[in-house]
């Protein structure tokens, strides 16, 4: 059954030092071991069942939530050769000599896994095998999923679509073939379902659609509704884009505006919608110390109607929490880009929702995305919309049946619904079709490396690269003195504060100020702040964050912008690294170091909230963080800034090979609205493009088959 060169406990100890397993991971896997009986096994049962534990150990502490049987490298369970570009020798240490169908069935022969709905630690179910936990998860979210996505609304036809054509002004077009106006067709389909799916990229009008499909929903009844994001970032993005797109709109009703009835409505349901957005863990309610909300199943939230923005960011543990509280009457709207990374913790929710949308070969060669809509949902589209989407029509339900076969819990008609609850937005506003930001992200997305070439030798004027050099770090100062170039505007206006402070405080009483003492605001700084950063791919090593925070903090004070001669010093970037609930920050929160208008001798850390609010924290008091001249990607998602500098390492080790993805790159490239600078090579650059991040899931095939 098992081929071992040495035993198990000492080769978890060699895989650990050769990095493919995390001391963490070894621990795990021996706790979890324990719960079989071992004295009711083999010696060679007890080493499979420790090494399957130590392959499931590995998957979660990578973000998966289950470990697919099938997909168990038999000849080479643990990887050891395929991670790293400079990799080691193969030890060829240990094979399982079984095939896939056996392993499922000797490990069903154990005390510990179980089955679906069993109270064992681990359960084996669709081929995967699950801590009970994430499985519990997995089954309930694809249930409530699936469950809202059955439940369908009936608008009247007639006035809805008039209130569409006002909304969605038919599009000018020089083309012979009508396009689809799917800002129009994700109106209408989120307008018919429970549960609504729009995604798509930066700037394609998820925002907009929204504000529209909340203000037609408003004009048929009164709603509670709220607007959240996963980080106080994320929400206070959504509220400001919220507010743009109001505002636009109420342009846009005021000047067509023809003294019909229907025109007065929309404009006075505008003025009801609300603009102000929370974080997910402010709208569930936070009990300190503890992993639970205030609100769940048993005291679920008191709202009609959900709007989920950033929900790629939203981890499988959250969804899970957060379907649980939703009352069963509530509709929810879910907004993201499928293509971002996953979310930080477990799971890649919204990309398994999406997954049905993949397009196959005789579907598409250009687009990787189709939709699926059954046919009923197709004519209702085309009723309200004027829109044909018949080619995106599911082409028989039967087509769906063997999946079904497979899950005794699912219906067909489950099934088939879900796709009547997804659209995906494809055309971008906020780049120009020919600009370089917008080119490069489609390229990297579409991981077409002779398009990424193509991009690159076009010589964009918002594209920068700077080259690694191997001898001379000339790469890296360049990047630097770029990054203290647009790091000098908010310093200097902190300096140019502390100089109209320090001469208020040698004034005397009775004299009054010469120059105008009107001070930069803690809100104008930030603001100015958050117009760049410098993103890194990793966080340790000289091209990590560790190295180019300290590169930067060097460089801000050579430029004597910065004395950085203490730990809190005046216009030092902060980044929270955990939650304090009593303080109100949170993982990932930003904020700088400034003189506190109030009582400037005193330092103090400057946050603003998800509500526009600013928060000021005494520096002592600060939760874990650290220094935030450079990020990591991952902890950029649900932000955006003007410029954006990206580091990828130079020659990168063999664990930092796996964390470069695709998904990493486009999430780098598009948070930058106007300018996007790469220090790396070709290489790896293009390598990364080549590595597309799957996350091992059950979900996607619980939702779609
Ligand atoms: N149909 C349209 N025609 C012209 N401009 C549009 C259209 N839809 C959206 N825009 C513009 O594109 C920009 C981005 O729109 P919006 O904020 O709705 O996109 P988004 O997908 O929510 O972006 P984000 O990536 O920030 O989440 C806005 O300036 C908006 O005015």
Redesign the pocket.
């Known amino acids: 059954m098992l081929t071992l060169n040495m035993p198990i406990a000492a080769l978890l100890n060699q895989w650990q030092q050769q990095g493919v397993l995390t001391s963490l991971d070894r621990h795990f896997a021996i706790e979890l071991s324990k719960l079989e009986s071992q004295h009711a096994q083999t010696d060679e049962l007890n080493a499979l069942f420790l090494l399957i534990c130590a392959l499931l150990s590995q998957k979660l502490s990578n973000q998966h939530t289950c470990l697919v049987i099938n997909s168990i490298d038999l000849a080479n369970p643990m990887g050891e050769n395929i991670h790293g570009y400079h990799a080691d020798k193969p030890s060829s240490c240990c094979q399982i000599n079984i095939t896939h169908g056996q392993l499922l069935t000797t490990l069903c022969q154990f005390d510990a896994v179980g089955s679906s709905g069993d109270n064992k630690p681990l359960i084996l179910d669709l081929g995967r095998l699950y801590l009970n936990k994430y499985h519990h998860f997995e089954i309930n979210v694809a249930a409530k999923l699936r469950q809202l996505a059955s439940h369908s609304f009936s608008p009247d036809i007639n006035i809805t679509r008039d209130y569409l054509t006002m909304l969605f002004p038919a599009e000018t077009t020089t083309r012979q073939q009508p396009v689809l106006n799917w800002?129009k067709i994700a109106t209408a389909t989120a307008l018919t379902k429970a549960l609504a799916v729009i995604t798509?990229g930066?700037?394609?009008?998820?925002?907009?659609?929204v504000t529209k499909l909340l203000l037609l929903l408003l004009t048929q009844s009164p709603l509670t509704l709220r607007l959240v994001a996963p980080t106080g970032k994320a929400a206070a993005r959504l509220s400001e884009?919220i507010k743009a797109?109001k505002a636009?709109l109420l342009q846009q009703l005021t000047s067509a505006n023809d003294g019909s009835e229907a025109n007065n409505v929309l404009i006075s349901a505008l003025n009801t919608l609300p603009e102000e957005a929370s974080t997910l863990h402010r709208l569930l309610g936070v009990i300190p110390q503890s992993h639970q909300f205030r609100h769940n199943k048993t005291n679920p939230l008191r709202l009609d109607l959900l709007v989920v923005d950033e929900a790629s960011m939203v981890d499988l543990p959250m969804m899970h929490k957060l379907l649980d509280a939703l009352p069963s009457h509530a509709r929810l709207i879910l907004l993201g880009d499928q293509d971002q990374l996953a979310s930080v913790e477990a799971g890649s929710v919204l990309a398994d929702m999406c997954l049905g949308l993949k397009a196959n070969a005789q579907e598409s060669s250009i687009d990787p995305w189709f939709m699926r809509y059954s046919q009923q949902q197709a004519q209702l589209i085309e009723a309200l919309t004027g829109n044909n989407v018949s080619q995106y029509q599911l082409p028989s339900q039967a087509s769906n049946t063997h999946i079904a076969s497979n899950m005794t819990d699912t219906t067909e008609q489950q099934l088939s619904s879900f796709g009547d609850s997804l659209c995906m937005?494809r055309h971008s506003?906020?780049f120009a079709g020919d600009a370089g930001i917008g080119r490069l992200a489609n390229a990297v997305n579409q991981g077409d490396i002779a398009a990424i070439s193509a991009v690159w030798n076009h010589g964009y004027n918002e594209l920068h690269w700077y080259e690694h050099q191997h001898v001379q770090q000339q790469g890296k100062d360049q990047l630097v003195d770029f990054s203290v170039s647009v790091y000098r505007p908010y310093l200097e206006m902190i300096q140019y504060n502390q100089k109209v402070f320090t001469e208020a405080l040698s004034l005397d009483d009775n004299e009054s100020p010469e120059q105008n003492t009107a001070i930069y605001t803690a809100n104008q700084i930030i603001d100015s702040f958050n117009q760049y950063r410098l993103l890194c791919a990793m966080r340790s090593g000289e091209f990590g964050i560790d190295g180019m925070n300290a590169s930067l903090t060097l460089g801000l004070q050579q430029a004597q912008l910065i004395n950085p001669n203490q730990e809190f010093y005046l216009g030092r970037p902060i980044i929270i690294q955990s939650n304090d609930y009593n303080l109100g920050l949170f993982n990932g929160d930003i904020g700088l170091i400034l003189q506190d208008e109030q009582q400037p001798s005193r330092l103090m850390a400057h946050f603003i909230q998800a509500d526009g609010s600013l928060l000021k924290v005494l520096p002592a008091r600060l939760p874990k963080h650290d220094s935030c001249y450079a990020m990591t990607v991952h902890k950029s998602q649900g932000s955006?800034f003007d410029t954006v500098g990206f580091v990828l390492p130079q020659q990168p080790s063999t664990s930092q090979w796996q964390l470069l993805t695709k998904e990493l790159v486009y999430t780098a490239i598009t948070r930058a609205k106007n300018h996007f600078y790469c220090l790396g090579n070709q290489r790896v650059f293009e390598r990364a493009c080549k590595q597309v991040t799957h996350r091992s899931s059950g979900l996607g095939q619980r939702l779609w088959g």
């Open positions: 800002q798509g930066p700037g394609t009008g998820k925002t907009t659609t884009s797109s636009r937005l506003h906020r955006e």
